[in-house]
């Protein structure tokens, strides 16, 4: 089982960038998914979340409103698009397969997780 995290960069601030995540060895259609990220010198935490079907998803408040969570059960892929980007975005961004079909904030609720990919964003 493998999820792969990609689409990471440079970007400037007020920028966007869309991460993808490839699940591949298993489907992930029944767990809900989410994406988290590490800055330096920091905790990882938690960025935002998506059930299932998609049809709930959970942001951090420090995104809300800039990002956006979805997910293609066809394609067994997540996504997250980040718009107006600031530097306290830079990190590097990890996706999570969770144990259930409905998860949040706990990185404890999540099983399956990604390499991650960087975010850069300068000012």
């Known amino acids: 089982v493998q999820l792969q995290a990609s689409g990471g960069g440079l970007v400037q601030a007020g920028g966007s960038l869309r991460l993808s995540c490839a699940a591949s060895?298993?489907?992930?259609?029944?767990?809900?998914m989410g994406w988290f990220r590490q800055a330096p010198g920091k905790e990882r935490v938690f960025v935002a979340s998506?059930?299932?079907?998609?049809?709930?998803?959970n942001y951090a408040d420090s995104v809300k409103g800039r990002f956006t969570i979805s997910r293609d059960n066809l394609k067994n892929m997540v996504y997250l698009q980040m718009n107006s980007l600031k530097p306290e975005d830079t990190a590097v961004y990890y996706c999570?397969?969770?144990?259930?079909?409905?998860?949040?904030?706990?990185?404890?609720?999540?099983?399956?997780w990604g390499q991650g990919t960087q975010v850069t964003v300068s000012s």
């Open positions: 998506i059930s299932w079907r998609g049809g709930t998803t």
């Open positions: 999570a397969a969770s144990r259930g079909s409905y998860s949040g904030a706990y990185q404890s609720q999540y099983n399956y």
């Open positions: 060895g298993r489907a992930f259609v029944n767990n809900a």
